[in-house]
T-cell receptor, first 114, second 117 residues
């Protein structure tokens, strides 16, 4: 039972353009969502998060949008840079993330071409 | 930023042997650590929650007698895969949670790729 799904295993964009990574979830109890970035041979690192009381959170080039009715969130990166090439995981949590217990999606590999 | 060190990064072992993986929080104390497993092209799946000074909490479907977790100090948790079999071959990764308990404060180790022959 995959509660968090990233249906696109890979995405390729040109440098300077927008990257949009998508994530869907099924559990309506999730109230906190996070995006992690992972380089090869390294652990995931936190990128950006959003609480279910919001529909948008922005941090520099990164913006996360949450559509609760559709149980869908997306990560926008603009402008995309070659250094953004990595695997991106979305994750969801109950209890506003305070437990630290996360449910992850399968990941999307982003390639930004120079 | 905070650092979580995980060793070894890669291990190859024979079927039937046991493998120990260490997870250390280097510059903070972690009352809670999490162990995840990732099979190829699948998501990171939570295996267990390791609590300092008490028994680990295992997720449904994870055999606690096969995956022994010890969290003897505030900076070290170990996962021992006992009597490993080829189906246990996977990527194992730990994360440590500083006392604040905020999810975005989770810090991950670099992972251990286990291959059982």
């Amino acid at each position: 039972d995959q509660q968090v799904k990233q249906n696109s295993p890979s995405l390729s964009v040109q440098e300077g353009r927008i990257s949009i990574l998508n994530c869907d979830y099924t559990n309506s109890m999730f109230d906190y969502f996070l995006w992690y970035k992972k380089y090869p041979a390294e652990g995931p690192t936190f990128l950006i998060s959003i609480s279910s009381i919001k529909d948008k959170n922005e941090d520099g080039r990164f913006t996360v949008f949450l559509n609760k009715s559709a149980k869908h969130l997306s990560l926008h990166i603009v402008p995309s840079q070659p250094g953004d090439s990595a695997v991106y995981f979305c994750a969801a949590s109950v209890s506003s993330g305070n437990t630290g217990k996360l449910i992850f999606g399968q990941g999307t590999t982003l390639q930004v071409k120079p | 930023g905070a650092v979580v060190s995980q060793h070894p990064s890669r291990v190859i072992c024979k079927s039937g042997t046991s493998v120990k993986i260490e997870c250390r929080s280097l510059d903070f104390q972690a009352t809670t650590m999490f162990w995840y497993r990732q099979f190829p092209k699948q998501s990171l799946m939570l295996m267990a929650t390791s609590n300092e000074g008490s028994k680990a909490t295992y997720e449904q479907g994870v055999e606690k007698d096969k995956f022994l977790i010890n969290h003897a100090s505030l900076t070290l948790s170990t996962l021992t895969v006992t009597s490993a079999h080829p189906e246990d071959s996977s990527f194992y990764i730990c994360s440590a949670n500083p006392r604040t308990g905020e999810a975005e404060k989770l810090f991950f180790g670099s992972g251990t790729q286990l291959s059982v022959l």
